[in-house]
């Protein structure tokens, strides 16, 4: 049973700092990992898909990386702004039977940029 | 193109009762996957629908069930509600041409069962 793990739980960090943000997962038999936020009370807004041939993906202020022979995949997020504040949620897509996939998530690193 | 949506937003309901949560993907999406979100358990997959089929589910109990339509419109129904299935319920889309498809997320229903 696949299992993701993200660490730290939460962050606070001054304004424009770079910081990362860490993703784990058990199984390596993943066919894409996705990072969302999450803004309170809201759905989840997608940020970067990372095919599993992929190494990393890159849009704007953030870059993420992936090693899925380890298990573990990074959000980079350049010059922090407070509008980046949110939860960030990884979440990796693998097989799970009848040629269907599911995503299982972590429970997401909550993100507070101060001013 | 207009993001997935969901209906209600909110939902109050007491405790027996049964409830039905709507989503419609985006144009052109045919798989539907409906996720449960909660504090404790953070987001649960709960079940997936690609052509009017389901094709596969998590570990919820017989309770929550769903259903896809012609149209790829889904509707999710849980019977005998519990104070437990207070949550936000997620409804994503994919087109589902290729499993590497990345999948799209709606608002969310908030349901309270009191």
């Keep these: 049973k696949q299992e993701v793990t993200q660490i730290p739980a939460a962050l606070s960090v001054p304004e424009g700092e770079n910081l990362v943000l860490n993703c784990s997962f058990t199984d390596s038999a993943i066919y894409n990992l996705q990072w969302f936020r999450q803004d309170p009370g809201k759905g989840l807004t997608s940020l970067l898909l990372i095919q599993s041939s992929q190494r990393e993906q890159t849009s704007g202020r953030l870059n993420a990386s992936l090693d899925k022979s380890s298990g573990r995949s990074t959000l980079y997020i350049a010059a922090s702004q407070p509008g980046d504040s949110a939860t960030y949620l990884c979440a990796v897509n693998g097989h799970s039977g009848a040629g269907s996939y599911q995503l299982t998530f972590g429970k997401g690193t909550k993100l507070s940029v101060i001013p | ?68 339509f012609s149209n790829s419109r889904s509707e999710m129904n849980v019977s005998t509600l519990e104070l437990g299935d207070s949550a936000l319920y997620l409804c994503a889309s994919s087109p589902r041409d290729s499993i590497y498809n990345e999948q799209f997320f709606g608002p969310g229903t908030r349901l309270t069962v009191l």
Excluded: D, M
Excluded at chain 2, 26 to 54: A, C, D, K, M, N
């Design chain 2, 1 to 68: 193109k207009a993001g997935v949506t969901q209906t209600p937003r909110y939902l109050i309901k007491t405790r027996g009762q049964q409830v039905t949560l709507s989503c419609s993907p985006i144009s052109g999406h045919r798989s539907v996957s409906w996720y449960q979100q909660t504090p404790g358990q953070g987001l649960q997959f709960l079940f997936e629908y690609f052509s009017e089929t389901q094709r596969n589910k998590g570990n919820f109990p017989g309770r929550f069930s769903g259903r896809q």
